[in-house]
């Protein structure tokens, strides 16, 4: 009966509905893309809405729920969404990036089916084409636990639990910064910073973003969708206990502070255990030259009497800071993981590498404009994703594998290759990659389809003696890593998950200007064991658009 009920507020309130039969849950969701006006800075501004809101609405869902999303794309430009973090096991076709997926064209609709198999956690969900991440259409999409499966805290009660998405904002449009990119410079320094798409006012006198009954726990859930800025994220008066972070839960150590890399978010909980009165949460920005940029929101307490104190906490200074913060991270080994078994049961430490693979990162000009590269190569779109010429057997028609080399010489690279860059990988190696940064700003990397141990971030440049120094024990296995300036970081992953699969770096103008490749997990046997066949309802485009579908794949 309470779950009819359920069923039926869902339909109400979230425009979703769950219908329980033997198979896993469905969730459903109708979201219209469309263009609107609002002033987060205080200008007036162009921004892209769903359902009319900003930030979008949160998909709320539990592990192994099928989530439908119908998106009616109603701007005038080609779009697609990206779900960060979740994994689309056998699915790349649903991963919303435009090397397997044909883009929703405007006025039409697409509708993404995917299951969040097997994870658990806080994620977002954020625009993949042109830049429109500049102009919203992100939003949380969280998977909470089954009820079957322990979890190594108290949970808190249903509603006391928060998306805080915290990002740099530029009061240009979207359409305004790509011009810059495509004319050959950067997005330089954003105008501001926002909390749930508010920069906040510091008088003390904004409405409360969230009120907290005194004595209660609640849980925020923290990410930066941002375009290129980290912030540092901390709540006058109050600490914060990290239980996730990117699907894992982790050793729960208590922060001051949290450095969110763009692109990546952390479950925290807080207690309200404080003098009942407002405080501020505040985002600053980190890195950047002169005075850090910050927004600020207020929290209150129920009944509480007295507005917040004008004086803000600081947040930390240098980059040392956050690598200091990235080394106390930790796996739980004895927490549950989304199956009934300890997270850390797969001793990762212990399986030997089959490849290594190293991304250098690079900024140089082609024809007199910046491009941005991974081992000297800058990778561009084909009409045709790649993805879909492979699957209908024709990839030679739209891209040559490899063009990348992942052994790069050690000079410095200065001539980049605009190109479209897929690396063929061998389905299930357990490979390593090293991402080296010999820039001098801090930047951030995501794999789509796996999650990875990010074993080691360090200063200075990698050798194969560097691994004595990996954490082969308690690394937190997560999808996104960052990489401090004249640094590296290594990860280690399977590559257990066939489909082609996005690495790119996070900083949005970096990947729109080529820092981005794909990796072809190519399953030969075309088995449905291994990947799920292109769905009927993927739009076509560039030169299989009027071929015959392909042979589907066995059972
Ligand atoms: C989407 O919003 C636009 C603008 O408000 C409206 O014209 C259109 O009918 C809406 N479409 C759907 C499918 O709700
Ligand atoms: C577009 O939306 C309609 C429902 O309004 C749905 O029947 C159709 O399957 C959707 N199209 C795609 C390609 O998902
Ligand atoms: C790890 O998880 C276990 C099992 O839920 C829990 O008892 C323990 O307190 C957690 N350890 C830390 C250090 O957070
Ligand atoms: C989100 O889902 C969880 C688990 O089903 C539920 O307990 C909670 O009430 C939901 N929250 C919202 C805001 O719908
Ligand atoms: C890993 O490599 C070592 C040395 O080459 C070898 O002795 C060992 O059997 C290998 N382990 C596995 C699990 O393959
Ligand atoms: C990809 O690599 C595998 C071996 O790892 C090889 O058998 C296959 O032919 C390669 N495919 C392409 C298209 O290069």
């Known amino acids: 009966m309470a779950s009819a009920v359920l069923v039926f507020l869902l339909c109400l309130t979230a425009g979703a509905l769950t219908t329980v039969h033997g198979e896993d849950p469905y ?19 162009q921004v892209i809405l769903i359902n009319g809101q900003f930030p979008g609405p949160t998909i709320n869902s539990t592990t192994n729920n099928n989530v439908i999303v119908n998106v009616f794309n109603n701007i005038d430009e080609p779009f697609l ?18 090397g397997t997926m044909c883009p929703i064209l405007p006025g039409t609709n697409y509708t993404y089916h995917f299951q969040v198999k097997d994870q658990i956690g806080t994620y ?4 993949s084409t042109a830049l429109h991440r500049a102009a919203g259409a992100f939003g949380g999409l969280n998977v909470h636990s089954r009820s079957v499966i322990p979890i190594p805290y108290t949970l808190p009660l249903e509603n006391d639990d928060f998306y805080v998405l915290i990002n740099d904002w530029y009061t240009k449009s979207h359409s305004e910064l790509r011009k810059l990119l495509d004319s050959g410079r950067t997005l330089a320094r954003p105008q501001g910073v926002l909390i749930n798409g508010q920069s906040g006012k510091t008088d003390g006198k904004g409405k409360p973003l969230f009120t907290l009954k005194p004595g209660r726990t609640y849980k925020f859930r923290i990410c930066n969708p941002g375009l290129r800025t980290t912030l540092n994220f901390r709540i006058q008066g109050h600490n914060m206990k990290l239980v996730e972070m990117e699907g894992s839960h982790v050793v729960q150590n208590v922060y001051k502070s949290l450095d969110v890399h763009v692109g990546q978010c952390y479950s925290v909980l807080v207690k309200a255990d404080q003098e009942p009165k407002d405080y501020y949460l505040v985002a600053s920005s980190r890195f950047l030259k002169g005075e850090p940029m910050m927004a600020t929101a207020l929290i209150s307490y129920e009944g509480g009497k007295g507005p917040a ?14 690598l200091n913060q990235f080394r106390t991270f930790r796996w739980n080994l004895t927490a549950s993981a989304a199956r009934p078994n300890p997270q850390g049961s797969y001793h990762y430490g212990e399986i030997n590498i089959t490849q290594t693979y190293k991304f250098v990162s690079s900024a140089n000009k082609v024809d007199g404009k910046l491009r941005y590269a991974i081992n000297g190569v800058s990778h561009v779109n084909p009409t045709t994703p790649p993805k879909f010429a492979e699957y209908f057997g024709v990839p030679e028609k739209v891209f040559k594998y490899d063009v990348m080399s992942i052994t790069p010489p050690a000079e410095k690279i200065t001539k980049v290759t605009v190109d479209t860059n897929i690396r063929n990988v061998t389905f299930h190696d357990f490979v390593e990659v090293i991402f080296e940064n010999h820039e001098n ?12 141990f990010a074993v080691a971030v360090e200063p200075g440049t990698w050798t194969p003696e560097k691994r004595k120094n990996y954490n082969l024990q308690d690394a937190v296995s997560r999808h996104t890593v960052q990489v401090f300036p004249k640094s590296w970081a290594a990860i280690l992953l399977t590559f257990d998950n066939a489909g082609m699969w996005n690495i790119r770096s996070e900083l949005t103008e970096r990947t729109y200007l080529g820092q981005q490749l794909y990796i072809s997990v190519y399953s030969p046997r ?6 799920y066949n292109l769905p009927d309802n993927s739009p076509l485009c560039g030169i299989v658009a009027d071929m015959p579908k392909p042979k589907p794949y066995n059972q």
């Open 27 to 45: 969730l459903f969701y109708t979201w219209n893309i469309t263009y609107g006006t609002i002033s987060p800075l205080g200008v007036p501004q």
């Open 81 to 98: 969404l990206t779900w960060s973090g979740i994994q689309h096991r056998k699915n790349s076709w649903q991963d919303g990036v435009l």
């Open 124 to 127: 977002m969900y954020y625009p």
């Open 309 to 322: 104190s004008p004086e803000l906490p600081k947040g930390p200074v240098g980059w040392a800071w956050s």
């Open 441 to 452: 700003t801090v930047q951030s990397w995501k794999v789509d389809g796996f999650s990875f």
């Open 526 to 531: 075309r088995s449905l064991k291994e990947e």
